[in-house]
């Protein structure tokens, strides 16, 4: 569904991604771990087009995403949920959805859409009228997935769910995100937290300063004890 | 009647004068509100947008007179509500073309986030402007002349038979309109979905784009509307006072001023903001000879950028 | 600018321009070119003011006029309300444009970006405003026949051209000697990085302060010689727009943060602008203004920095950035246990946190923290991100004064001390982000950090030089810093800390975004560091590296204190784990 193929980025001087690869496929759910700076962030921002690819490609079910501007990738059903939750501080939490659902796709679904962040997350339904800058982190990570569903996407992008976020409220988070795979959406996670990142994931890269050093199905990974090494640098 | 009543009627005076001005006033910061408090570009040539309004409601129905049919009461109005539109075009062009290469996320890694350029090549086209127009309209003064600018409504004050209150028919048509234009943007802004995307592109850029939002056509829809709006405002200045093409400068110290007060990021602070610039230039004359009315509004705007600069309903988080 | 003060060059050109300038000006017959001959070096000065302030900080004034129309009013009114010649009188205006610059200086330095332009916008209307209403619509400068000469009133034109030139030369002398001395060099560190130079020792607002008295000093100076030039003053010709804007467009035509800008924009546009204006003024007035304006347009679209760093930049071609070559990622160090780090020997604290807090609303970055630093030691701060790490240095730098808590450092309390005393105290930083003066020398660039602890320039520079020496850059000092590699970039962002002599060094992520042998070289060089009895404190995330470095770590998560050790404890620590890997990793691994 999406090929990443030899993706490099580069930008003054310094490069964040050399020669990535990686696959999801219908329905999959994909992990993505490594410690800070590994570019986890960056891959994303290169799908999204915020930022530049300086060689390889992305493609899209057929499409060949880096020929699509920036502002058209999300029409094509995937969905970015930003790191740091990013949400539309100053609009409210009904018109922060509505944003979510403003491709075609999301206008078609709506009434539907809606229900479904609405019963994934009722607290969002509680406060649907007040402003998301005022909401606390959790709940406004709560927004930002339901922003990302609500444009009927097919491939779910998470950025870091978890961070900032108090253990049981990533746990809730990580909970939900199971949910929505169940029901067949394919997504990606890049996360710091490796043991729910691994343990949820039916396929996994580890990241290290802008190589995949580690690949492999979520039994595989659990069992290495690389990753420690990797985080910890031993 | 008591020197009491006396001035009680002058105080009433001044501030429906106040009231009404600060309308318009508040239009205008609402249109450099969108613009400033909202995308946070600084547009130093708002005023030379104000001009051009007053100026094409000036040709449109003074000199070439294009709206005869709506008769002379109803024409300048209407010409000054069709210049928001006109300039609404323009400042869509002004993005397009120069705001952009400004603004955004090309310049948002450099010194000062593209303020320094933006205020220098706004500053070229405000003198482009306003030259430009010295040169195509002549410096002499001119005026939108309606039947109503010369008649007005008296109210009689209930405490005392003899004393009443004028209200400027011209200045008061002009005010209400003002207030419903506001109302109508507001309504625009904060009920449809353009009004969403634009403010969602100008709350977070980069997330806007996630969500497929085109951000850039969003900016220049934002642009071109705040100079519209700010256009309009003119056209409606333009019909009770008379004016020439240096003109801006008088207004964009107030239109900073009260987008300040206001709050930024605010664009119904924006509103009040202007409000009340207009009732303290109003209220200033009741003590203050007319030239230092205006230095008065420049000390109100120094003490608020120094004092509070987030203003009556901006966001103490924000950071000058 | 070059690398080594050479005063020949520019002091011969000045003393050529004059004479040239001079010479011309005798040969000149027509009243008219007698009079551009005068306003092109007035204008030249006041671009050459605007400069001094707006060029070299990057502060953008709009309202020099403000300057300007009070040297024209005080030598005017001297001259007409008490018989005071302007040969007093100009003198007496740039005293009054110092005061001006001290009035509009003070509060106005307290606001930032395009709030500090809108508000210098306000003072030349304000000023004409009430000019206007005291009455002082059109002032004509009375003619004394009796003695002239003492009134600066000249019938050969020429002598005006002769003081106009006198006053661009001073100018250009002063400027020179700001630019050449830590004056020019700590104005432009404020421009480039204004916290950074704070951090680096440099009282910003001191020199900000001095910067605009000296600015309103020759704006008024040249306020005042229009006003005898002209014979009449009128508020609007003065305070006016336009004449803040000329200041400005003719700084920026020719180049803004350079001692020649101001005086090629001023040739170049002051003629263009009168000759329309003399020439199509009837028939199209306002042609002046159109021109300025479509100027500006272009002067920032195309040539942002100016015409004279454009025409420089193409005969400096050679020299001018390198193209850095694309990282090539060097092949990883292969897994495998690396040499434990020895147990740090005992050490006494240089600083001591207590219980410092900071929170921002609702949000609680830094909670209760408190640690120790022993003199000497390498110290490694860690932690997830968002942990408040770079909050906990802002804190300790003095950019974020601390809700509660104390910071003790070598016995004095820190807490509500500016950075640049802080600086002075002996701590230095390095940031993440390195903006260097691209086209200034590496030496010049690791200057700055030396003013701090230095008198004069000498000492300065040698301060820089064997800051450069400890990193290992001593062979690139000469180059200009727009060709180093990125690596090399983070050594003289840590020499710019260096050369103040700071007895503890915090760095910000120095290893983010390098390559592992860069990472080591960089290693080495901290290592080497410590051995001087430089405490170092690092927020790193490359944990591989830091592990062979540090001594000790911190490990903060939440903006709490999570755990404090060696190395070996603190990766065995459940709650690290935990932080780093989620809570179900530890359990995981614990069950198997």
Redesign the interface.
Known sequence: MLTVESLTVAYGGLTALCEISLVVRQGQFVSMVGPNGAGKTTLFKAI???VQASAGRIRFEDTDLLAVA??????FGI??V?EGR??????TVM?NL???G??QTGRRDWKRNLDRIFSLFPVLAERRAQAAGTLSGGEQQMLAIG?GIA?SPRLLMLDEPSMGLAPMVADLIFERIGELHRDGLAILLVEQRVAEAVQSCDFGYVLEAGRVVLAGTHRTLLADDRIRSVYLGL | MTSFGNFVEIFLQALTAGILLGAIYGLMCVGLGIIFGVMRV?NFAQGEFLMLGMYFTFYVVAAFNLLWFLGPAVGPYTGALLAGPALFAAGYALHRF?VS??TG?SVAGT???G???????T?????????????LFG?TPVSVRTPLSARAWEIPLLYDANAALFLNKARAVAGILSVMVAVALYWLVNRT?LG??L??AA??A???????????RAYRIAFGIGIGVTAIAGGLVATYNPFQ?YIG?DF??IM?AGV?LGGM?SILGAFWGGMTIGLVQQLSTLVL?T??Q??AI??V??LI??VR?QGLFGR??E?? | MRAQCKLIAPLLAIAIVAMAWIAVGMLVTNSYYQLMLTLVPIWAVMGLSWNLLSGYT?L?S?GHAAFFGLGAYTVTIALVGFDVTPWLGIPLGMMVGTVAGIVIGY??F??????F???M???P??LL??F??LGYQEVPLPMKREAPGFYMQFSDYRVYIALAVGLLVISLLISLAIERSRFGMSLLAI??NEPAAEAAGIDTLAWKMRAIMLSGALAAAAGGLYAVVLLVVTPESVFG??TS?QA?IVA?FGGAGTLWGAPIGAAILIPLSETLQAQLGDV???????V??????L???LA?EGIFWRVRDRFHRTRAARKVPAMAMAPRVAFGKTAPVPPPPERTPILTVSGLSKS??GLRAVTDASFEVGEGEILGIIGPNGAGKTTLFNLLNGFLPPDTGKVVFAGRELAGLKPNRICRLGIGRTFQVVRAFPRMSVLHNVVVGAYATTTNDADAFAAAREALAQVGLAGRSEAAAAGLTNKELRLMELGRALAGRPRLLLMDEPLAGLASQEIEALLDVIRSLAKGRITVVIIEHTMRAMMRLAERFIVLDHGRVLAIGVPDAIVSDEGVIEAYLGKKWASIRAHG
């Open positions: 999204s087009g915020t920036p502002s058209e990738r999300a029409h969905a970015h930003p990013q949400v539309f501080g100053s609009m018109e509505e944003m979510g403003y491709p922003r444009s | 600084i120069l290469r400004v996320i010194e000062g986030e303020h320094y350029a933006q205020l220098i090549l500053l070229g086209v405000s003198l482009v402007l306003q030259n430009g127009g010295l040169i410096s979905r969403k995307t403010r969602a709350d977070n980069a997330a806007a784009l996630y969500m497929g939002i085109d951000v850039d093409p400068l964009v110290i900073y300040v990021g000879p030239q230092l205006n230095a420049f000390v705007f120094l950028v120094m600069p103490a988080t950071r000058i | 990057g953008i709009f509060p106005t307290r606001l930032r970006g395009h709030y332009a809108l508000a916008l306000a003072y209307m304000a405003y009430v206007e209403w421009k480039q727009m336009l804007a400005l920026l199209i007035p306002g042609i002046q203004g159109v300025f304006g479509f100027a500006i347009i002067v920032v679209l942002p921002f609303g």
